[in-house]
């Protein structure tokens, strides 16, 4: 048996050659604080981010795009269950990640606090809300952490039809009258700088960003992923033919990287900290759901039982 | 979900002929639940043609403190390997 430096070299030996740490192996009490809070809250993300597009699916307007939508809800629910399997293995129970959701002590994605008013919404959303999450996701796949890496494979091979379906119902939208080439002009208004809000405060003022980089669990830092946002989508709007609503967003040949404006910091931390449109109404959402599947939970344990008696 | 619902680690073979292979784990009241479970979260793209569920209690895992003593000694039997024997090109279908 090793003493704790000798462990922790052997640890970071490993992280350095890119090797996985995986469950049983030993690992610096705060490389799991970090992981369980970073793996337990993106998971509360994907399932708090079922609501917005789960209000449209009843008025999706046609089968297709209902069908559609129904399935990217449920892929939703499934990277949450992946993720929540995946922050399981370091230690803390399904139970006091789904308690510390529902109490509000745990954080998730800001995004999903801002309401989708039009059906325009669920075009922005999938362009651009799952476009900013697979760019936060993709690098991921090689994060540190064997379980959490390989959770974030599967998402990912999952995310590229949430984004291609978004863009596909703006592009129809644009096509289409000029009400509907308006109603997606409002949905990128409304959704643009939130989702530049997505990769998080700057880096100068990310605690966590440094250590993150340095055990992997990190692999880019905010500023850099979100630069690379911006450079994708505006080049992906022209298509659209709709206009980024940012008149400091200009093409910088030096940088060859596209300049943009500041994004509100306090609204994000309002948001955040549970000021946002939508903050209390998700949480009731989230609350009610889990009482309403009381009885079901309940029941298969009944029958479970039952059924182990008989056996 | 339930305290008293155990974990299970799900194992899927995606196609006849390949070995079954662990996905990822759930909670389900029981087996035949943890399978409908799986197929809804982990088969939702054809990725299987058949599944396996083991309560997490079930499996023993070696400790991987004791990777060293457990693999070293086949370290040095690299005459395991077929690559090891010394033998003409001329030698053909060996
Ligand atoms: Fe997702
Ligand atoms: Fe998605």
New interface residues.
Partial sequence: ?QDETGLLETFDDKVAKEIKI?P???MPENYRKNLIRQISQHAHSEIVGMLPEGNWITRAPSLRRKATLI?KV??EA?HG??LY??A??MGI???EM?DQLLTGKAKYSSIFNYPTLTWADIGAIGWLVDGAAIMNQVPLCRTSYGPYA??MI?VCK?ESFHQRQGFEILLTLCRGSNEQKDMAQDALNRWWWPSLMMFGPNDDNSPHTAQSMKWKIKRFTNDELRQKFVDICTEQAKILGLTIPDPELKWNDEKKHYDFGEINWDEFWKVVNGDGPCNSERLAARVKAHEDGKWV??A??A??EK??RNN | MNSDEPLWEIFIRSKQGLDHKHVGSLHAADAKMAIENARDVYTRRMEGVSIWAVESKNIHASNPDDAASMYDPANDKVYRHPTFYDLPDELKHM
């Fill in positions: 048996m995986e049983r192996d030993w399935a449920q892929d499934g269950l992946y399997s995946a399981e293995t129970t399904r139970e789904v390989r959770a599967r999952e939970r309940e298969a344990s029958y479970a059924r182990n």
